[in-house]
Structures are given as structure tokens and as C-alpha cells.
């Protein structure tokens, strides 16, 4: 029998994009309520309810309300692409890649919190690192990144297409979260295994979607004898076996005079890059990914097929 899903926020720019992802999908069966009525309570519910895996793709809040609307019924199960549950002990965290164990917890999960779109790219870079004992205990990270201006759903979109929105922004490229305590710093420390919170700089650029996320490290202040080939090897090692992240040969990674953030705009992979000079004092790891598809419709759709392989 097909199984039911529903996308509540499916009108929504990550809803719209895990819809179009699954319209030639025989094996589910899709339910739907219809745009004007997205916000119905009673409509909501009945889906909710009636669903095997609703996909939330909306704000904090709502997702929470849809957590209490489905908490009695068993028989559904939640995966969330809002930052409500990301570092909640009772949800697994959908970025299979990011331990071994991992993809079988989400497999197995009732609730499953889709990660936020940069932190699959921080925690992507860094984690293997501490787990591989190279990225000492209160080491300071930061994390600078760009992303596309779909990562702001429907109001940035129309804030940066909309020349009459009374809110227009008229900026190429902008930074954002001036005051340092964006959404996003608890997962990345959670799941990043850090033992300080990263010093997180965000920016956007007019540009509709794609992602560079970069972690630049000093050498000297890692485990002794980090050389950026070690840091290359570790990562290789990490994501051994699996086709969604790649870790960039350091031959061809050498050679490139740049990295364009939409290379990766359409697809659900992400790419991590080494740069940084044999014998010099720094590395940079740079993360691509497509926000919308790695960083949220795409591990959406992942997550939700790894909950059905259970
Ligand atoms: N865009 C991205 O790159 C990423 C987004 N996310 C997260 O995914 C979630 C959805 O984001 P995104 O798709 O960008 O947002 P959008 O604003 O584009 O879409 C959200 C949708 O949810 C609907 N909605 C809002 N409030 C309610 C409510 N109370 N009840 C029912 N429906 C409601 C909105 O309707 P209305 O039009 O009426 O407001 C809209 O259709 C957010 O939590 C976001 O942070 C995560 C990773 C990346
Ligand atoms: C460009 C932009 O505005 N991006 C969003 C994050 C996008 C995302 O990942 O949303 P979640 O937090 O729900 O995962 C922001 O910085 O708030």
C-alpha cells in the first residue's frame, strides 16, 4: 500500500520544492489541502492525522502546534524541516552522513528534525574533525557563510524580487545576524560536537539559491602534526561509502582560482573542499550546497525515504 504523505507548509518555498520532488513518485500517496485553506486548523489536523509521515515545512511555531496536534497518534510520524526540534533528545537529526549510526536512527525515528540549511554545511566540515581528535577541545570556530535568498522563504524572496515591497531590499550582497545569536548556533554546536558555540556570520546574496559555508582553521592550534592533507584524509575517511557528500581531491581543489556558490543549485548533494597551502599556517574547508536541496527539500526527501526503508 502506498503511504501516506502529508506536507503542511506544502504552498511554502521548502514545501514546493519536496512536492515537485515527489510528483512522479507511484509509491506515496500524497495528501493535500488546497492553498487558500493552508492555514485551517481543523483541515491541518484531519491531514496531519491521517498522514504515515507528515513533512512540516513551516515556521517554529506552527510545527510545534503540529507536534501537539499529532502527539496521541501513533500511527503518524513527524519529520520537521523548522529549527523548533533540531537539538530536542526525543528526534533524530536528519543528516545521515554525519556519523555512521545515524542513518539507522533516523530509519527507526518517529520524529525526525531536518537540518537547517548551513548547519549541514558547518557541521559537515567539522565534525568528522572532532571526532577524529584534530579539532581540539576550546578550539574558537567560526563560520561564514553566503547563501541564496530563497533560504529566507517567501518574505526574502519577495523583499529581494518585489522592487514595490515597502520593505524592498535593493543590496547585492548582504550580512546579517549582526548580533550574533542566529537560530542556527545550537545545532551546529550540538551536532558539531563543539564545546563552545561557533562565532556564526551570515550573509546573503541576490542570487535565488545556492550555499558556500566556510570553516577557516589555524594549523597550528590543532592536534599536533594537522597538515592539511591529514585534514583532507580525515574527511575522505569520514564520508567513505556514500554518494551524497563528496570530499574534493586536494589535486583539483589546488588548481581552482574560485568556487561559485550555484554550481550545486538543483542537486541534493554537497561538495567539501580543502584549500590551503602545503607547509603553510592555515586551511580553509569550504562546504557547497544547494539550500533548498541538501540544505532542506532535498535531505527532506532523503530523510523521508530512509523513514519508509524502516
Ligand atoms: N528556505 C530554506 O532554504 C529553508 C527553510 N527551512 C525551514 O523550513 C520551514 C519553512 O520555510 P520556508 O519554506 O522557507 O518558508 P515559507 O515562508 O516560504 O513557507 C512557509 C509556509 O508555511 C505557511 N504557514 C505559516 N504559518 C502557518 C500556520 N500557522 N499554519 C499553517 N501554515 C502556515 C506559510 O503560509 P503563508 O503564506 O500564509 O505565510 C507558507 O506557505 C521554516 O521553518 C524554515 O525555517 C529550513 C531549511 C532551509
Ligand atoms: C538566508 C536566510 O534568511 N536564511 C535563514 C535560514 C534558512 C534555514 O535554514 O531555515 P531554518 O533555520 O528553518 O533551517 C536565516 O538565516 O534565518
Known amino acids: 500500500m502506498a503511504a501516506k504523505i502529508f506536507i503542511d507548509g506544502e504552498h511554502g518555498t521548502t514545501g514546493l520544492q519536496i512536492r515537485t520532488r515527489l510528483a512522479d513518485r507511484r509509491d506515496l500517496e500524497l495528501l493535500s489541502i488546497p492553498e487558500a485553506e493552508r492555514r485551517n486548523e481543523k483541515m491541518r489536523e484531519d491531514m496531519l492525522n491521517s498522514a504515515d509521515i507528515a513533512i512540516l515545512c513551516l515556521p517554529d511555531d506552527a510545527s510545534k502546534q503540529a507536534y501537539e496536534m499529532t502527539a496521541a497518534n501513533n500511527n503518524v510520524r513527524l519529520l520537521d524541516a523548522s529549527t523548533a526540534f533540531r537539538v530536542h533528545p526525543d528526534w533524530a537529526y536528519g543528516f545521515a552522513e554525519m556519523d555512521k549510526a545515524q542513518k539507522a536512527k533516523i530509519q527507526s525515528a518517529r520524529y525526525v528534525s531536518n537540518p537547517g540549511c548551513y548547519p549541514t554545511g558547518a557541521i559537515g566540515l567539522i565534525r568528522p574533525l572532532r571526532a577524529a581528535g584534530i579539532l581540539p577541545d576550546g578550539y574558537p570556530v567560526s563560520v561564514n557563510a553566503v547563501s541564496g535568498y530563497t533560504g529566507g522563504g517567501k518574505q526574502l524572496i519577495a523583499q529581494m524580487e518585489d522592487a514595490g515591497h515597502p520593505e524592498h531590499l535593493a543590496a547585492n550582497n548582504f550580512l546579517y545576524g549582526l548580533t550574533l545569536k542566529h537560530k542556527h548556533v545550537p545545532e551546529m554546536q ?121
Do not use: C, W
Open 190 to 310: 550540538t551536532h558539531g560536537l563543539l564545546d563552545r558555540p561557533p562565532l556564526f556570520a551570515p550573509s546573503v546574496g541576490r542570487f535565488a539559491q545556492g550555499m558556500i559555508v566556510q570553516v577557516p582553521l589555524f594549523l597550528d592550534d590543532l592536534a599536533e602534526g594537522t597538515t592539511v592533507e591529514s585534514i583532507h584524509e580525515a574527511l575522505v575517511a569520514h564520508y567513505a561509502g556514500q554518494d551524497i557528500v563528496s570530499v574534493v581531491p586536494i589535486a583539483e581543489s589546488a588548481k581552482l582560482p574560485r568556487v561559485d556558490a550555484e554550481e550545486l543549485v538543483g542537486k541534493d548533494t554537497m561538495k567539501l573542499f580543502v584549500f590551503g597551502t602545503p607547509g603553510g599556517a592555515h586551511v580553509n574547508l569550504v562546504a557547497l550546497l544547494d539550500n533548498l536541496g541538501k540544505g532542506a527539500s532535498g535531505a527532506a526527501v532523503q530523510n523521508m525515504d530512509l523513514m519508509l526503508s524502516a
